[in-house]
């Protein structure tokens, strides 16, 4: 009986697989859209080639990756392909080589004077420097230096993401902490902030640095929405791309082709950016898994992380019971952001959603400090809720901030943005522009009508508490003197 049962499973994973693979191959077959900067990617080096590198190499390399693409890709539009709201076109207002700097690219940001410390930081899959940018400038504000790189297959083309792989991304996070310990010198403090995807790479390079004298350790994590984990049908977002092995097929290595509007993020998504941040995750995995066999876990370095109780990138869960709950009492702390249960929208909450902070930290003992911002039915004022490590009750205070009605919760993409970013804040103030101001759409008409779904254009992409969050990361920095 049990090897009918086993057989009948056999089956029913092969006929699923086959579904996919036809509906893939479908798609494949009736979907024209892939543009030239989908088809095209510059020349990256390897992970080899990167840990051989200097900051000056790095950048030579990167200029190189961005001339090919104004060559390969820019020079050769379409008429039809040059409008507006193609990042791709010299004339359009979101061309960011033409902004007074390109946050697509690398940077260094210096103090002041003598660097009191130095920070390495890592953006997300699909990103761009840019997402950390302003946590780079508080760090910069307190004297520290601090170095945003990009990683390979980023910033330039989506097409550069089809040929990524998630080895050249450790290898950049090792030449950006390379680089910021040798700006701020061996004997001043040393963190790494990590966004999404970012986030992961933090954890492993940790995890390396414990078990290598030869990689400058950090002395404290900052994580922003990390990618501990990933969905259960991300491992196997390769087989969605098998088609794409016939050239006749080549429009089945893309999840989602969207017009490319945003001047410092990828609207297109690749199979393989899917692919490799499952394998990302997964060597996170076995990494913190080696770190607690052999008891390196003691040493890891304070983690305090800020991540929305409600998010459709990654899974939240998997940030508490992947990471925190392994962590020692070193003083990490988690700083979770409720839903708004005062929001206009707050009475077409899902149920789930009300409860998903209780269910990610039940009351108990832990040895981390948590926090977690939201407030109460009919009350727009947001308060902080926390429980020290090692004890079972909450002391909640006044944030001095409110949760605005139209806001029913926060998403993976809001926390480093504040709500006054010229590209993504809901209230920008006017001091940057970048062409386009996507934070602040509202979109009102018939669905089916625009040439992205709702869900591109009614995501949160600022973070209302953003100035607590920067307080948080400040007193941080601070208490190091």
């Not at 304070?302 to 003083?331: C, E, H, I, K, M």
């Not at 902070?357 to 109460?376: D, E, F, M, Q, S």
């Amino acid at each position: 009986m049990l090897l009918g049962l086993l057989r009948w499973i056999a089956w029913a994973v092969i006929l699923l697989l086959l579904v996919v693979l036809g509906a893939r191959t479908y798609v494949a077959v009736t979907d024209d859209r892939l543009a030239v900067w989908h088809r095209y990617a510059p020349d990256e080096p390897t992970a080899e080639e990167i840990d051989a590198m200097d900051w000056a190499a790095w950048m030579a390399a990167e200029d190189r990756a961005f001339a090919e693409v104004r060559e390969n890709v820019t020079l050769k539009l379409t008429p039809d392909e040059q409008v507006p709201l193609n990042r791709y076109w010299e004339g359009s207002p979101i061309y960011s080589p033409a902004f007074p700097t390109d946050w697509n690219r690398s940077f260094v940001l210096r103090p002041e004077g003598e660097a009191k410390g130095a920070v390495a930081l890592l953006h997300g899959l699909t990103d761009a420097p840019y997402s950390l940018r302003h946590v780079a400038e508080l760090y910069r504000s307190k004297g520290y230096v601090a170095v945003g790189i990009r990683m390979p297959g980023h910033g330039t083309v989506p097409g550069g993401l089809e040929r990524a792989e998630w080895p050249q991304w450790m290898a950049a996070t090792r030449l950006a902490v390379r680089e910021a310990r040798l700006l701020a010198g061996t004997d001043k403090p040393l963190d790494i902030v990590g966004y999404s995807n970012g986030g992961a790479l933090a954890m492993i390079y940790e995890a390396d640095a414990l078990g290598n004298p030869t990689l400058p350790a950090p002395d404290r994590i900052v994580l922003i929405s990390p990618m501990i984990g990933v969905t259960f049908f991300a491992r196997f977002a390769g087989i969605a791309g098998w088609p794409a092995l016939l050239p006749a097929f080549d429009r089945a290595a893309w999840f989602d082709l969207i017009p490319e509007y945003n001047p410092f993020k990828y609207n297109s998504f690749p199979v393989n950016a899917g692919r490799q941040s499952y394998l990302l995750t997964e060597q996170l995995r076995a990494r913190l898994d080696a770190v607690i066999r052999s008891g390196a876990i003691a040493r890891v370095a304070p983690v305090l992380t800020f991540q929305s109780v409600v998010d459709s990138t990654v899974s939240a869960p998997a940030v508490v019971s992947d990471l925190y709950d392994r962590l020692p009492a070193n003083g990490s702390e988690l700083v979770l952001y409720d839903v708004n249960r005062a929001a206009q929208m707050a009475p077409m909450l899902r149920p789930a959603a009300l409860s998903s902070a209780a269910r990610l930290v039940p009351a108990a003992a832990r040895p981390y400090r948590i926090v977690v911002i939201g407030n109460v039915p009919g009350d727009t004022a947001a308060v902080e809720r926390v429980r020290e490590a090692g004890a079972t009750e909450e002391v909640a205070t006044p944030l001095g901030a409110d949760y605005p009605r139209d806001i029913f919760s926060l998403s993976h993409v809001a926390p480093p943005f504040p709500p006054w970013d010229g590209l993504y804040g809901y209230a920008p103030d006017g001091r940057e522009s970048f062409g386009i101001s996507l934070g602040s759409l509202s979109a009102r008409g018939e669905t089916g009508t625009l040439t992205v779904s709702l869900d591109q254009v009614g995501r949160l992409t600022s973070n209302p508490f953003f100035d607590a969050m920067l307080a948080r990361i400040g007193r941080m920095i601070d208490e190091r003197g």
